[in-house]
């Protein structure tokens, strides 16, 4: 199915994606990847359905289900279609809907692709490492990338692209989670001056079955010193998207949400609490006896964060990034 949907996005809203690409062809095979192990890496950029197919299909969902945007993301790389270019310039002709990519980055130090995806209102981009060694363990890339080349390209689409900027790092523990990483992929992102960059941990079943997201307390800390240092607007994807509310309507959902997005200092949090009426140290006890947030601490302040499901790992982690 080459459109699907659509589903809710935090990124982009209610979007229709397009599958342009068939499972899995890809130029990296990410350790957390939902698809799965890629089975044909490649960095040739070639067709791989007919672009008149990609558009008419797009189309016709589009005025079926009426969404917000039409997302290009699929079982791999998006920008390996060689014919990305004119299936954006069908579907905008066609249709009076944004349209979004969402790409590994990896062939963006190619011209033609930098100028199919300046043809898009929003682009997220993958930057999940920025030294040779984590960027190998994470996305395992193809052997003739180079991650240099990679990351001057994104830096000349940045200063260019019109539209909306995202950014993407996604994060697995004990292999880029680190403060230094934060640090390092901090200040490159500083010099892509993104709208937003998101911080996102795997909820689905990674391709890597000892995969393992953060614990709430080294997300958080990578979450604030990437703020720190890149001084871009940052969010988390840890899953919870929350209800649909006012800040004014239920201060308990409110807290659950935002805990979601980014910490909240504790003394912010309560004053906001105290200002609906609420006994902020009961609420706050409870939820943290609940499980549901959890107290860290950060460079001498004190922050509340939503706590994340854990999962069983049945494989020594360390002989499994020793197999990387």
Request: charged share 30%.
């Amino acid at each position: 199915m080459i459109a699907f949907g659509p589903v809710p996005s935090r990124r982009f809203g209610l979007s229709l994606g397009v599958n342009n690409i068939p499972p899995k062809h890809c130029t990296y095979s990410c350790i957390y990847c939902q698809v799965g192990r890629t089975i044909h890496i490649d960095i040739r950029r070639k067709e791989f359905y007919d672009p008149q197919r990609v558009v008419e299909e797009v189309v016709r969902k589009a005025e079926e289900v009426r969404p917000e945007v039409v997302t290009f993301v699929p079982d791999g790389e998006p920008t390996l279609d060689i014919h990305l270019e004119e299936e954006i310039r069908g579907i905008k002709e066609a249709l009076d809907i944004p349209v979004a990519v969402i790409t590994n980055s990896s062939l963006i130090f190619m011209e033609e692709v930098r100028e199919a995806l300046s043809l898009a209102e929003m682009v997220s981009v993958k930057v999940d490492a920025v030294t040779k060694r984590v960027w190998k363990l994470v996305n395992r890339p193809h052997p003739e990338l180079d991650l240099d080349q990679i990351l001057r390209g994104l830096l000349e689409f940045s200063s260019s692209f019109p539209g909306r900027l995202l950014t993407e790092t996604m994060l697995v523990k004990g292999v880029n989670d680190g403060e230094e990483e934060a640090e390092k992929v901090g200040s490159f992102v500083s010099g892509l001056d993104p709208d937003i960059s998101y911080v996102a941990i795997p909820i689905r079943p990674p391709a890597e079955p000892w995969v393992e997201p953060p614990d709430e307390g080294t997300l958080s800390t990578y979450y604030l010193t990437f703020k720190e240092v890149s001084g871009v607007r940052v969010e988390l994807l840890t899953g919870y998207e929350g209800p649909g509310f006012k800040v004014s309507d239920d201060p308990e959902e409110y807290l659950k949400a935002t805990t979601a997005v980014h910490p909240i200092r504790l003394d912010f949090a309560k004053a906001f609490l105290r200002e609906k009426g609420v006994d902020a140290d009961s609420l706050i006890s409870r939820l943290v006896e609940e499980g549901i947030i959890a107290v860290i601490e950060y460079r001498g302040k004190e922050f509340l964060v939503r706590r994340l499901p854990r999962k069983e790992v049945t494989v020594e982690r360390e002989k499994k990034v020793a197999d990387v």
